[in-house]
């Protein structure tokens, strides 16, 4: 279903000119973004996949990585097509590195379908996932108005590279973020996603001001981001500029699409985690063995266990009615 995008102008040379992320496209007529899915049709810049879902699932709310946002619910997660990034590693490649014709065109669901539901599955809300949702702006701007007036949750999982204005006018009615930050290298943003590190700082630093739940999710890839001084020095960033109780994931990365170098070590996974522990007390390790721990939350002051997690499974051990650590009484940041 075709929908007139949001975010764009028209210029002189007759190209639309989409404002919506950093890309900037320049369109011709007949011409689609670098997103495959915006395209200028006779003056007109549209969105090409409003209300197209590849994926509708009720997941546990940690599966999108956010453990410090209603832990232990659950939440209908939704996804599109296309994306604005080209990462070589995704895992999600068949539904973001393709365009709507490549799946049959699926009956559009509007959003208020998509409210009810959210409503029947027993969850808080809606999670705008799977593939990148800046590129279905206007379905997912739509819906979250729709799901923020029924009193229920939004949130979005997403690469952060979208432009202040659309961020700021989605930020009025999302409760909570998870962003990947996915290196802290300008040459690695630019040669492995064919974007920019520095409008992914600026997203961060927007949410965190807002005061907007955030977390952020971090893949280590061995060779391409485990270098132990760039790292640092991300970690002292998240410190400074959003905020000592920023929360952190890092995930282990596994083959995938065009990327087969063999799973990041255990080790690197550890020694990440335990530099990053040094500045923020809410670090988790994804995508690894049990046995491996980094899954529960301690009180940043007394260092008691606070939240335990088994898979998906959460227990509040250490936490009282008010969110406070029950040893010390110190507030965890927890949205609940
Ligand atoms: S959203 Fe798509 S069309 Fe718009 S600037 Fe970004 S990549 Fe280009």
Redesign the pocket.
């Known amino acids: 279903m075709m929908q007139e995008a949001l975010h764009y102008a028209m210029n002189k040379k007759g190209e639309a000119e ?1 404002l ?2 950093p ?3 320049r369109m011709p007529p007949g011409h689609t ?3 495959g899915v ?1 395209r200028h049709i006779n003056g007109q810049l549209f969105s090409l996949n409003y209300g197209l879902i590849s994926a509708l699932c009720t997941d546990p709310i940690e599966k999108k990585s956010l453990y410090h946002f209603f832990p232990g619910h659950q939440i209908l997660s939704v996804g599109s097509f296309g994306c ?1 990034f080209r990462c070589g590693w995704c895992q999600n490649a068949t539904i973001s590195q393709c365009c709507p014709d490549d799946f049959g065109r699926p009956e559009p669901t509007p959003p208020g379908v998509l409210l009810e539901s959210a409503g029947k599955s027993g969850g808080i809300g809606l999670a705008y996932t799977y593939n990148e949702p ?2 279905w702006f206007e379905y997912m701007l739509d819906s979250a108005r729709q799901i923020n007036d029924r009193g229920m949750k939004n949130v979005v999982v997403s690469n952060g590279y979208i432009n202040r204005e659309p961020l700021e006018e989605l930020m009025e009615v999302v409760h909570a973020f998870n962003i990947d930050l996915k290196a802290f290298d300008r040459s690695f943003y630019r040669r492995e996603t064919g974007g920019k590190l520095q409008p992914v700082k600026e997203s961060l630093k927007a949410i965190s001001r807002k005061g907007i739940h955030l977390e952020i999710t971090y893949l280590v890839i061995p060779g391409l981001n485990h270098d132990a001084l760039a790292f640092e020095g991300m970690i002292e960033w998240i410190q400074q500029e959003l905020g000592p109780e920023t929360i952190l994931h890092l995930s282990r990365y596994f083959p995938a699409r065009k990327m087969q170098q063999p799973p990041t070590p255990a080790e690197t996974m550890q020694e990440l985690y335990h530099t990053a522990r040094q500045r923020l007390p809410y670090v988790y390790l994804g995508n690894m063995p049990a046995s491996q721990g980094g899954t529960a939350t301690r009180c940043p002051d007394c260092e008691q266990l606070v939240i335990e997690r088994t898979g998906y499974r959460v227990s509040k051990l250490g936490m009282d009615a008010s969110g406070k650590c029950t040893g010390c009484s110190k507030s965890i940041c927890i949205m609940s």
């Open positions: 989409c919506l992320c890309h900037l496209c973004g670098k997103c915006r604005n800046t590129v």
